[in-house]
């Protein structure tokens, strides 16, 4: 996943380069609104790039990518903005929409800036969903325990 | 017994004003708190407003109709448990009952227990769920999945569906709205849907069902700003009326009062007159 993140990045490096070439006029725009139900971060903000880990794979979208849904997996959501910097976010679950007109909506269960993470506090999340798990009875409190799992190992992986 | 008829006035007139100066108390202080609940409701709609706007792009975009099938059709109205808010439950359920009386095949969830006394005379057998204890804290994220989690599980199955609620214009007025509900099939049969690439059932579904936990959820922000806005209306208007009654009770009691003595000091005097004329 990482290489395939990485790779993209590289794709679309060279992508946004061949679009600064070409000149405003034709580079299409992309409006994002990125929200949680207690915050906004992002409210129809033209955006170079978003990357976005789901679980059919983590993908990038630029302007003008081919309309699709997906469902957001434990990760970091990356946006490059118009002026060249980059925000993280880790994203615990939610859904995100591609339309045919370029607008992406990005909604999340919950999103913090990746900066806020406390790793010390991410690996004991770990350490007790672990022990969550081995101590689990039902079905139900397994697959919470193993959701529990799967959001803990990716917040360690983002403080890293 | 004029005399006793005219203490026995005074003495209710004095209760009864005793009694509006404490409705006065309490509905001003209701006020004051539904003031102080409805600045936090704003606050925390405004910042919900883009993530609901956002929920509902998608079947917008994708131009997702309602089904015209026999499985009926689904309401989620959302109200709270608590009253003395003005119109904000009975505009809810006078709608949901002219909807029924047109669609007799209509399930409907009740979030909140004013709106449960209201259908539940006429309409009990279309009564899916009832979820109470809404309205005491602020509505999360986890309350909307709750619910929404046990509407999946029910297995209710719907042709089309509307979340009815009441949507927050200013601190004076609100309007009843509602919010679409599609099924999954309805998804599925989208005109745009096409358009929109390596979609599987799968990931329909949790899309769905995770929007459904997303509208909600808006939909409860947004009543419950509409709740207290109200409230903080109708306690206030509550305050003035009760206000004026004290000024009309007063002015009742202070003449009163005077015919009282005045009668006294006649009978005083006609009685000394009385008996000087006797003399």
Redo the contacts between chains.
Sequence with gaps: MALTRSALRLFSGRFTQACQVRGYADAPSMSL?F??????LY?NISVKQIDVPS??GSFGILPAH??????LKPGVVTVFENDGSTKKFFVS???V?I???S?V???A?EAVPVDTLDISAAKELLAQSQSQLASASSEVAKAEAEISIEVSEALVKACE | SQQVRGMATLKMISIRLKSVKNIQKITQSMKMVSAAKYTKAER?LK?????G???Q??YK??EVKGEEGEKGQLIIAVSSDRGLCGAVHSSIGRIVKTDIAANPNTKVVIVGDKVRNILQRLYAKNIAMVVTEVGRKPA??GDAALVAQSIINSGIEFSKGKILFNAFRTVVSFRTTEMPLYSQNAVANAS?LP?????DSD??Q??TE??LA?LL?YSMKENATSEQSSRMTAMDNASKNAGEMIDKLTMTFNRTRQAVITRELIEIISGAAALETKN
Excluded: W
């Design positions: 609104t929200a949680a139900p207690s915050q906004v409210n679980f059919s081919v309309p699709t849904l997906a469902v679950s939610g859904t929409t339309n045919e007109d607008t909506q990005l909604l269960e | 925390e910042l919900a407003r883009p993530y706007i956002g929920a792009e998608f975009k994708a999360v994220f745009k358009v929109y690439d390596s979609l990931v329909i949790s899309y995770f929007s997303s959820f």
